[in-house]
């Protein structure tokens, strides 16, 4: 039963375009969402989350969206750069829950020049 | 700041083979945490603990055990490896909801064991 997913294993976008990744997750009891970022032989690294409370939340060039009765969230990176060519996860996690996160299967990014 | 600290980076197990997968944070952190990422899969939880003395089940933790006697670490221990626990462990660290800091949700990642099981 895969809580979170995400239906997209790669993406491709031009450097200075926006990339858009996409999650998402099943379980109404999920209240905390983030993403991270994982380059190969490293571990995930944080890069952004929101609260269901919120729908919006922005960090430099990367924006987290969350749509509560969709059940989505989606990651915009405007402009895409080289350097964000990575493993994109999207993770959950919920209240009293011991901050356990549910990970989504990965987006691969690539940007190409 | 190390952060969290696995070692090895790589094994190779033969079947019955027992080891321990060492992790230690040195963020004060309460909570830690166990995941295995198979290829195309994300991470699955095996293991978790909120403080020394407590540890939990997670969603796979079969043929795996945890102790957590100190702040510090949280090994995690392979008893008779099988092929199926081929995989890159990933250990990881977060506040706990009770230390009163902001962003206690994030956990922090240490850069992975890659286990092979022959």
């Known amino acids: 039963d895969q809580q979170v997913k995400q239906n997209s294993p790669s993406l491709s976008v031009q450097e200075g375009r926006i990339s858009i990744l996409n999650c998402d997750y099943t379980n109404s009891m999920f209240d905390y969402f983030l993403w991270y970022k994982k380059y190969p032989a490293e571990g995930p690294t944080f890069l952004i989350s929101?609260?269901?409370?919120?729908d919006k939340n922005e960090d430099g060039r990367f924006t987290v969206f969350l749509n509560k009765s969709a059940k989505h969230l989606s990651l915009h990176i405007v402009p895409s750069q080289p350097g964000d060519s990575a493993v994109y996860f999207c993770?959950?996690?919920?209240?009293?829950?011991?901050?356990?996160?549910?990970f989504g299967t990965g987006t691969q990014l690539k940007v190409e020049l | 700041n190390a952060g969290v600290t696995q070692t090895p980076k790589f094994r190779i197990l033969k079947i019955g083979q027992s080891m321990t997968l060492q992790c230690t944070q040195d963020m004060n952190h309460n909570y830690m945490y166990w995941y295995r990422q198979d290829p195309g899969m994300g991470l699955k939880l095996i293991y978790y603990s909120v403080g020394a003395g407590i540890t939990d089940k997670g969603e796979v933790p079969n043929g795996y055990n945890v102790s957590r006697s100190t702040t510090e670490d949280f090994p995690l221990r392979l008893e008779l490896a099988a092929p199926s626990q081929t995989s890159v462990y990933f250990c990881?660290?977060?506040?706990?909801?009770?230390?009163?800091?902001?962003?206690?949700?994030?956990?922090?990642f240490g850069a992975g064991s890659r286990l092979t099981v022959l």
């Open positions: 990881a660290s977060s506040y706990g909801l009770g230390q009163g800091v902001s962003g206690a949700n994030v956990l922090t």
């Open positions: 993770a959950a996690s919920k209240t009293g829950g011991g901050n356990k996160l549910t």
């Open positions: 929101i609260s269901s409370i919120k």
